[in-house]
């Protein structure tokens, strides 16, 4: 029986307004996170793990270090008919850009068309989690139904933030956004399923769905909003359980672990879920690695000074990337990304330090996420008096992290 084609669009094009500044001269999926990757390495790495090398990422706001990041790192044999491609809006549709997640594939129909897949796998590019979408593929092939929502079951109290699924017998039967009284599982009362945001199609329907929506003037244009509805009304949407889903390497404790990080404190919580002595999302997975390209003329991460009465540069409960100098500071439960300096005397503790930052002698960072290129001068310190973080310009987050942006200088 021959193999059946399948082809995955990464929709890569959510604006991030949640974080900024973050977001400030990026697209969300081109955040850092982990100290080595980008957000979109974790999307790509499990559409590649699953078996499908065949990728086109859609990109819109701000993509211009997105689209490097991608046709850089993720470079695959064209001798064998695979790619990862970044495809930008293109107005093929109209003079607009995209007005929603649907109408980004609906302004795309051209690859679909060159690519004559039999199914689509779509999916966001900003989540962390791992999955085989293979076993999804299968699941809707044996549905028998032309579309599949995956999800992933969540705390009956969340259910009002939530878009909740209510199936039965594997069918869809209704789509709840943020539903405030939602009844819990037959199997479990206290959860719900949630929608992931990841999907599998035919991709005939699909593409008529596509156009039915994009001829209906009231719609939002959303992949969840309307074309997985469109489905729900016709009884012809299925549901793929996450629990269902067995990566090879996982462990108990992060098999179902899956983060929204939209918003600064899930972006800081999703990265210190890292750095435990048992992660509760392990990166250290070789039978599933998350893959990324770091610089190869960077060298290993170097420590130095060893005298215990003066200075010693040490870091403890921590992710240290290659290119990265502790001189003579110290570094506790905190991420330190490529091309980092931590000066001597000085203390990072709980905190997430993007490439190329600058920490001065006698400075002090804690709980904060200081963005590339940012210099702490010497004696300065931050996350440590909000009000004074505030003054100077800096967002401070519902849970008290500081975030300086990119490029920043950090004075007493």
């Known amino acids: 029986m021959a193999k059946k084609h399948v082809l995955a669009i990464v929709l890569a094009g959510g604006e991030g307004k949640r974080l900024m500044p973050l977001t400030m001269d990026r697209a969300k999926p081109a955040v850092p996170f982990g100290g080595n990757y980008r957000l979109i390495d974790f999307a790509l790495s499990n559409i590649v793990n699953s ?3 065949r990728v086109v990422v859609l990109t819109q706001y701000k993509s211009h270090s997105l689209d490097r990041h ?3 790192t993720w470079y695959m044999s064209p001798l064998l008919g695979n790619f990862i491609a970044p495809v930008p809006a293109q107005q093929r549709r109209g003079p607009h850009w995209y007005l929603g997640s649907a109408d980004a594939i609906y302004q795309s129909l051209n690859v679909i068309e060159d690519e004559h897949p039999d199914y689509m796998v779509i999916i966001g590019a900003d989540n962390i989690y791992r999955m085989d979408f293979s076993q999804m593929v299968e699941h809707h092939i044996e549905s028998g139904l032309p579309a599949t929502v995956a999800g992933i ?3 009956v109290e969340l259910a009002p933030a939530l878009g909740v699924i209510d199936a039965e017998g594997g069918v869809v039967k209704n789509f709840l956004e943020k539903p405030q009284n939602a009844e819990g599982l037959p199997d479990d009362p206290s959860k719900v399923l949630a929608s992931m945001g990841n999907y599998v199609f035919d991709t005939d329907a699909l593409v008529a769905a596509l156009r039915a929506d994009a001829e209906n003037e009231d719609s939002n244009h959303d992949m969840g909003g309307n074309i997985i509805p469109w489905f729900v009304e016709r009884q012809q949407c299925g549901v793929y359980d996450f629990k269902d889903n067995i990566v090879p390497g ?3 404790r992060d098999r179902d672990y899956w983060r929204d990080v939209g918003t600064l404190d899930a972006y800081y919580d999703a990265n210190m879920d890292l750095i435990s002595v048992h992660p509760i999302f392990n990166l250290y997975n070789r039978d599933w690695p998350t893959m990324t390209l770091i610089d190869g003329s960077l060298p290993p991460a170097k420590f130095v000074y060893g005298d215990e009465h003066s200075r010693m540069g040490h870091a403890i409960d921590s992710f240290v990337s290659p290119g990265s100098i502790v001189s003579g500071g110290e570094v506790y439960h905190s991420i330190i990304s490529p091309g980092v300096y931590v000066h001597s005397w000085a203390q990072v503790t709980d905190s997430v330090v993007m490439g190329n930052t600058r920490v001065g002698r006698h400075s002090i960072v804690s709980k904060t996420i200081l963005d590339k290129d940012v210099v702490v001068e ?10 004074h973080d ?10 008290g992290i500081t975030v ?4 920043m200088v950090v004075t007493k």
């Open 51 to 53: 078996g499908y090398m």
């Open 70 to 72: 991608v046709t850089k």
């Open 153 to 155: 079951r969540q705390p």
């Open 250 to 252: 996982s462990t108990e």
């Open 378 to 387: 010497e004696g300065a310190t931050v996350g440590v008096d909000l009000e």
């Open 390 to 399: 505030r003054a100077r310009g800096f967002t401070v987050t519902e849970s």
């Open 404 to 407: 300086v942006p990119k490029g």
